[in-house]
């Protein structure tokens, strides 16, 4: 069963940093390309980022390039989103999700997500 | 960019339900709905605009091309009362967008 279980989110000042990471199991992990989606509270879905199942591309939304970098540890089955220069906005419930074998397939599986709140 | 209506559709359980969305460009056949319940995470139910994703029930179809995408809930269950999104994909570089949701309404 594929389990996709996110963690460090938290409140955070704006212009502050935070690390998520995600812990996959349950599938070949170096085989899929994984993403970010963010969710702000009462809003609606937001993508973030997307990394290639080796780690060699990564692509970004408009509003958070520069700003967050998005990586994963394939001997670790982790993915990790760092985000910089946060602000208000960037308050939202982020998952972690599964993407395909091709970087363009849709998000097959969703974690639970990890709510990070910027506020002074 | 995608759009969708109606914002909200109210129905009865037993009803057919009819979602639309919009493209303003064409996507191609690479367009997603996902279902998010109160409190969930959303879950993906169409992918390729009308291949069922895995467990989904055969109540729950899709169709479209180009622009215009439609996803259709045959006879509605009480656990379809939800947040309905559709989602579509550039091919390169890859972006992905969502439209910003029918709620199905008891």
């Known amino acids: 069963e594929v389990q996709l279980v996110e963690s460090g989110g938290g409140v955070v000042q704006p212009g502050g940093s935070l690390r998520l990471s995600c812990a996959a199991s349950g599938f070949t992990f170096e085989d899929y390309a994984m993403h970010w989606v963010r969710q702000a509270p009462g809003k609606g879905l937001e993508w973030v980022s997307l990394?290639?199942?080796?780690?060699?591309?990564?692509f970004y939304g408009d509003s958070m390039k520069g700003r967050f970098t998005i990586s994963r540890d394939n001997r670790k089955d982790s993915l990790y989103l760092q985000m910089n220069s946060l602000r208000p906005e960037d308050t939202a419930l982020y998952y972690c999700?599964?993407?395909?074998?091709?970087?363009?397939?849709?998000?097959?599986?969703w974690g639970q997500g990890a709510l990070v709140s910027v506020s002074s | 960019a995608l759009t969708q209506s109606p914002a909200t559709l109210s129905l009865s359980p037993g009803e057919r339900a009819v979602l639309s969305c919009r493209a303003s460009q064409s996507v191609g056949g690479s367009l997603a709905w996902f279902q998010q319940r109160p409190g969930q995470a959303p879950r993906l139910l169409i992918f390729?605009?009308?291949n069922r994703a895995t467990g989904i029930p055969a109540r729950f179809s899709g169709s479209g091309s180009g622009t215009d995408f439609t996803l259709t809930i045959s006879s509605l269950e009480p656990e379809d009362f939800a947040i309905y999104y559709c989602?579509?994909?550039?091919?390169?570089?890859?972006?992905?967008?969502f439209g910003p949701g029918t709620k199905v309404d008891l």
């Open positions: 990394i290639s199942g080796d780690g060699g591309g990564t």
């Open positions: 989602q579509q994909c550039n091919e390169w570089p890859p972006g992905f967008t």
């Open positions: 390729d605009t009308s």
């Open positions: 999700v599964r993407g395909g074998v091709v970087i363009t397939t849709t998000f097959g599986h």
